[in-house]
């Protein structure tokens, strides 16, 4: 089992696109606010981020990042993936 998680920080422009993207390519996600509470930080750490949300990653049950992108690359290229691995449906 995988699951979607997007690091996006209130109010962020970039991460509501990315966001909009997702949805509209079918992908089910989860939103987590990387400074919200320390467990979104150290799963943000974990998943060896930029400094700049939207960061997309693709987990397995261990947390294991299986496919990520961050708000320069291609939120359809990710989306893409997933899908294709079967994830975030």
Not at 15 to 37: H, M
Request: charge should be neutral.
């Amino acid at each position: 089992m995988t699951r979607v998680v997007v690091f996006a920080k209130p109010g962020c422009v970039r991460c509501r696109q990315a966001q909009g993207i997702l949805r509209r390519l079918g992908v089910k996600f989860e939103v987590l606010d990387p400074e919200a509470n320390a467990d979104n930080l150290a799963l943000y750490a974990w998943c060896d981020p930029t400094d700049h949300p939207p960061r997309c990653v693709l987990l397995d049950t261990n947390d294991k990042v299986l496919a990520s992108c961050d708000g320069s690359e291609s939120v359809h290229r990710f989306a893409q993936k997933v899908l294709d691995m079967g994830g975030g449906v």
